[in-house]
């Protein structure tokens, strides 16, 4: 099993940044591609971010590309999640996700984290 959990969440002004941090413990952490995932209440989960187990290859939804960038620490078995310009409509509970390849589907990970909460206030 493969142990995930986020860190970072808060209450923020539009405009503002936050950086969410997943820890991972259990498995090789370099074994797995990392995904980042959100849901707003009342609507379904959506994909954010991803990265490649080396770190090598990235992917964004087009609704946070050039504002929210995903990076991963082998050495820390952490990926992170550095939000920047951050509106109103990112308010949600964000996951961190495990998968042996990189994928914008949620269905396709395994392993998920228990969720941290984003406020962004207008």
């Known amino acids: 099993q493969l142990q995930l959990v986020e860190s970072g969440g808060g209450l923020v002004q539009a405009g503002g940044s936050l950086r969410l941090s997943c820890a991972a413990s259990g498995r090789t952490f370099s074994s797995y591609a990392m995904g980042w995932f959100r849901q707003a209440p009342g609507k379904e989960r959506e994909f954010v971010a991803t990265?490649?187990?080396?770190?090598?290859?990235?992917a964004y939804a087009s609704s946070v590309k050039g504002r929210f960038t995903i990076s991963r620490d082998n050495a820390k078995n952490t990926v992170y999640l550095q939000m920047n310009s951050l509106k109103p409509e990112d308010t949600a509970v964000y996951y961190c996700?495990?998968?042996?390849?990189?994928?914008?589907?949620?269905?396709?990970?395994?392993?998920w984290g228990q969720g941290t909460q984003v406020t962004v206030a207008s």
């Open positions: 990265i490649s187990r080396t770190g090598g290859s990235t």
């Open positions: 996700a495990a998968e042996q390849h990189a994928s914008v589907y949620s269905y396709e990970y395994d392993y």
